[in-house]
């Protein structure tokens, strides 16, 4: 039987204007996706009206990278029944990820729209009492605990209604019972009860077995601290694994009590940055499921070069992401093509 990876959380509804097409160049394979930087332009662009849809949110992001590198892969949460509920599901079932633990509501899909004034991005985004914070326990079947050998979870489904609850319940039943992921992927802006969203975080981090971040949620989760001191910290609290992706910086990992990895990024031409965090995840969650390294032990277990196989192969994916317009993650050959060429 294949292994399956269940990512749990949010799906929603990009909007980004017809003419958004950005440039930038950057030596990245893991451009920040964050909220506030997503669909930057050239100061100046000419926006109109008309907007492209997309179906995104980091959780479905990821899930449909780990399908486009060959996992069998499900999504878990609440989606609409309204036509961008129907859109979400389409692309899902499209891409080949099982849909058998998606519930429904009759709500809304939450949106997100992008614009550009004066020549910088403003963000506005509907999501209170949407179909992806309606998410309960009584709404995960039995066969999503039987089954999942990697749960992914992460980002806004952390924020709103009763679906941080319920990501935290399912990560508590399956400790022990399969690899666990976190990318909070924080969105500091959307956050309106910090004291809580922290609390929530600390006990997701203490049942980790692989924690990623990207320097932008590190500043937020630890202000002041040094990149070495969040390492320890963060690997004393209870994770395996600990991945901190720096855009062009590179990207720190540390297991365990083993020294920290440092590694380099691909240098790519930059077209959109956005997704990029989202199939990074993919690429470490794919390259685990490739070698069976399905627990704790096994990912402790980890020698420096078979750490190092695994953060080449996300950041080969991230970088590939970065150089095509919005959360687009590569295909299996066409990642493995770009580690054999080098291009």
Known sequence: MHTL??????????????????????????????????????????????????????????????????????????????YFGHHLLQTLKTEGVETRFVSTAKALTALAFVAM??????YSFYGDGTADTLLTVGDIPESLYQETSILHVGSISLLRGTTPSTVLETFERLKEHALLSLDPNIRASMIHDEAAYRALLQHLIALTDVLKLSNVDLAWLMPGASMEEALLHLCGLGPALVIIT??????????????????????????????????????????????????????????????????????????????????????????????????
Request: proline share 3%; glycine share 10%; aromatic share 4%.
């Open 5 to 82: 990876v269940t990512c749990m959380g949010e799906s929603l509804i990009d909007f980004v204007p017809l003419n958004a097409a950005s440039k930038r160049v950057s030596e990245s394979g893991t451009g920040e996706d964050k909220s506030e930087d997503q669909g930057k332009m050239l100061p100046g662009s000419a926006v109109g009206t008309d907007f492209r849809m997309h179906s995104g949110g980091s959780i479905l992001n990821v899930a449909v990278g780990l399908a486009r590198l060959g996992h069998h892969v499900a999504f878990a949460g609440k989606i609409a029944e309204d």
């Open 246 to 343: 720096q855009g062009e910086e590179g990207v720190l990992a540390r297991s365990g009590s083993s020294q920290t990895l440092k590694i380099s990024t691909f240098p790519v031409t930059v077209i959109d940055t956005v997704g990029a965090g989202d199939t990074f995840c993919a690429g470490v969650l794919a390259r685990l499921a490739d070698e069976a390294i399905l627990s704790r032990e096994k990912v402790l277990s980890l020698t420096e070069q078979e750490l190092l196989a695994v953060i080449n192969f996300a950041a080969a994916a991230a970088a590939l992401n970065c150089t095509r317009e919005g959360a687009n993650p590569p295909h299996r050959s066409e990642v493995e093509h770009y580690l054999q060429s080098g291009s």
């Open 117 to 122: 004034e004066d020549g910088e991005p403003v």
